[in-house]
């Protein structure tokens, strides 16, 4: 049975390399509920932990909300590459009718 962390408003994957992935459950709070998929870098948790998102994004990682709708970009921090990302879609749907607000950035 897979277990179930049901309950929760928020729900965010912390997304790392699979090496990272024993260092990542280390690094969740004390007490934490979580579903480590080992094969593929995941962590499910039901906490945003900041210093948490810090460290997935240094080792190429990040933390991405999966359900709720708390404050910040549910995709992490924007990349690099988020004015390319925002002029591709001005060219190509530049009337905003596709995901509006739901891609990295709010755009």
Sequence with gaps: MWPE??????????RVP??????????L????RFVAQHGVGIV?????????RTWAEA???AVVRTRGR???DPWGSPP????????VIARFDPD????????????
């Design 70 to 72: 708390g404050g910040g």
């Design 5 to 14: 962390l049901g309950g929760e408003d928020d729900l965010f994957e912390v």
């Design 96 to 107: 905003r009718i596709i995901n509006r607000g739901r891609l990295t950035g709010r755009m």
């Design 59 to 61: 080792r190429g990682g």
């Design 44 to 52: 499910e948790v039901a906490v945003d932990a900041p210093a948490l």
């Design 29 to 32: 709070p004390d007490g934490t």
């Design 18 to 27: 699979p090496s990272e992935l024993p260092e990542a459950v280390r690094r």
């Design 80 to 87: 690099a590459s988020l004015p390319l990302q925002r002029r």
